[in-house]
């Protein structure tokens, strides 16, 4: 019986329909303002892909900050233990996920059954996350594939010292005011999430192997910088936004033969 | 009624009724006429109480002081000072909805919103001309030194005694010592405050007053552990005020054995009938305060089938000693805090709690400014989970409700509760 996984994000939807452990379908959104009016397209979309009808699907669980916005999920369940279980499956020798997303980033601990152990999340603001990448890329008049690109070592790193989006904004322009290359001012920019993220991973502490989710872990230079100051490898799948819809379809999977 | 009160009357404005001592007369007559429904007797008692207390400081003419949370009360008691806990009556403002008022009061005059929010909430309420100035402030330096500063300065401003209590960190001899000749001059300066001599005598009966209630409290927290008891940490915060301002007072013990024989009889009930409540599928220790601004935490767990069936604050942490040393015996429970000196007998005092009251997970709330709360989680986090208790930090505010924020507090819950599952 085929059953999806959708995921509604701050900044994208994602949704994976599954048969059996195989793909049929995945679609990733932007999700803009309205979550619900997301969820209904993204899943649209995934059942036309997949050639299914909305009644075939056995059982539906969302998950995301949107969670709640979706009328048609049977269970509701949160990115915690959906992306736990979409990098268990993906990599049963997962310890622990980094997952940052539009606006959150949280560090899971697995145990060598992909049970969460443990997780933490980021405080109340979005420093550190997608979105704040996505600001610094528009106060740079720039892409978020050039903020992907990794730098070569003899870039200085720019000093980006505040913790707030807004005002690390105001610093990113003063620094293009003065001058200050802009790759310079990438890396700056890279690491200052480098270092928040590593100060959350520490927390809860980093088991091998490391795999990182969500639309983030799509920028290598930050992937790079972050396996060079933890000193592990880190393992990305194909499309890591996705990870958390794998994860709602698979727990749907074993609420539909429940 | 409570609702009538915050929507109808209070609508976010600072109601100067509350000024109006007449204000608290009707309110104790409407708890004994049971026109406020309570679900605990003891409940509609502590809150009856709470308003003579609050009435007696509009009213004047009786001394009042400000006290810390943890300053020894009993001497009050004795000397009919009434007391008069900022922090409680923050939280109280809080719940009723105009704590943003004070708060934006107090930030207006350059208090920092660094500074802990039941302070910035107590500061705004008196330079406000909220509250009445009092005869003095009294504060002890164990647990919350913000209180120490706030008070010292409030203290300064008005020209008023500050009366501090220094409690040292290591719970021994000397310290007793050291605490017990404190006690002595603090005596002397409260004299002052009343403008009576304190009789031995009633000094005794203060502290006779703290041991019955300690085992009245001892008999609640022993019920507290049965699989029926309907008593959650929810309704258990309400009794908070008796913690903070009522040792020594000779109608507290009282309300504690009023809830231990509710407790027992609701037990009892629940026993007999066929559809008794069930256990809960979590068991849930609660640590620190809660927030006092709607915020729906607790009901959240609760309809997600996670029961509080504890809090650490309601734990009896201080051992029975002889009250004919009055001095002594007050000492000792300033010295016994569990809270307060080395780490590990905070953890010690948590892993006793969970294994009392068999408890699946614990949930700290870390209140912004509770620096002595916050400070050392990693550790007890490390030390819970050796035990193998999964542990959750809600990061959040129990005042400035602009320190909340619902989404974020709300995935954390549920990660937390899939953990368990």
Known sequence: MPVAGIDIGSLSTEVVILKKEEMLAQVIIPTGANSKLAAEKAMKEALEKSGLSFNELGYIVATGYGRVSVPFANKKVTEISCHGKGAFFLHPGVRTVIDIGGQDSKVIRLSPQGKVIDFVMNEKCAAGTGRFLEVMAHALETDLEEMSRPSAPSVKTANISSMCTVFAESEVVSLVAEGHPREEIIKGIIYSVVERTISLARRVGVEEELMMTGGVAKNIALREALEKSLGIKITVPDEPQAVGALGAALLAAEEAVK | ?421
């Not at chain 2, 930030?107 to 309420?125: I, L, P, T, Y």
């Not at chain 2, 005694?161 to 040292?168: E, K, N, Q, R, Y």
């Not at chain 2, 809090?311 to 000792?332: C, K, M, Q, T």
């Not at chain 2, 307060?340 to 068999?358: D, M, P, Q, S």
Request: net charge positive; aromatic share 14%.
């Open chain 2, 1 to 421: 009624m409570y609702d009538f009160i915050k929507n109808k009357i209070i609508r976010g404005k600072t109601p100067s009724m509350f000024r109006l001592p007449f204000v608290y007369s009707l309110g104790k007559a409407m708890v004994r006429c049971n026109l406020l429904k309570f679900s605990y007797r003891s409940a509609a008692m502590t809150v009856e109480y709470g308003m003579e207390q609050i009435r007696r400081i509009f009213k004047g003419r009786s001394p009042y002081v400000w006290v810390s949370a943890f300053f020894p009360t009993e001497f009050l008691h004795a000397l009919d000072i009434v007391s008069f806990s900022p922090e409680v009556i923050s939280a109280l403002i809080t719940s009723l909805g105009f704590q943003n008022n004070f708060l934006e009061e107090a930030e207006s005059r350059w208090w920092s919103r660094d500074n802990c929010s039941f302070h910035r909430c107590a500061m705004g309420g008196l330079i406000s001309n909220f509250y009445p100035v009092p005869a003095a402030f009294c504060a002890s330096s164990h647990l919350c030194e913000g209180g120490v500063f706030l008070f010292n300065n409030l203290a300064r401003r008005y020209h008023r005694p500050f009366i501090l209590l220094d409690t040292p960190l290591d719970n021994n001899d000397n310290s007793l010592l050291y605490v017990t000749r404190q006690l002595q001059k603090i005596i002397t300066l409260l004299e002052g405050v009343a403008g009576t001599r304190l009789r031995v005598e009633k000094l005794e009966e203060a502290v006779f007053n703290t041991e019955k209630t300690r085992q009245a409290m001892l008999k609640v927290n022993e019920l507290r552990r049965h699989p029926y008891s309907p008593l959650r940490s929810k309704d258990a915060f309400a009794y908070l005020y008796l913690y903070f301002t009522g040792m020594g007072s000779r109608v507290v013990p009282g309300i504690y054995e009023t809830l231990a024989a509710e407790l027992e009889k609701k037990i009892k009930e629940s026993q007999n009938s066929k559809g008794g409540e069930t256990s809960p599928r979590y068991r849930l220790l609660w640590m620190h305060l809660q927030p006092f601004y709607q915020n729906g935490i607790m009901d959240y767990l609760e309809a997600n089938g996670a029961e509080l069936v504890f809090e650490d604050f309601s734990h009896v942490y201080w051992e029975s000693w002889d009250p004919g040393r009055p001095l002594e015996y007050i000492a000792n429970r300033m010295l016994a805090h569990f809270n307060y000196g080395r780490i590990e007998r905070r953890i010690k005092v948590i892993k006793e709690l969970a294994r009392r009251y068999n408890v699946d997970g614990v949930i700290h709330f870390s209140h912004w400014g509770c620096r002595q709360s916050c400070g050392s989680l990693n550790i007890i986090r490390n030390s819970l989970q050796e035990e193998g208790l999964p542990f959750l930090v809600l990061d959040g505010d129990c005042v400035d409700s602009r320190n909340f924020a619902s989404g974020q507090v709300q995935t954390r819950i549920d990660g937390f509760l899939e953990m368990l599952a």
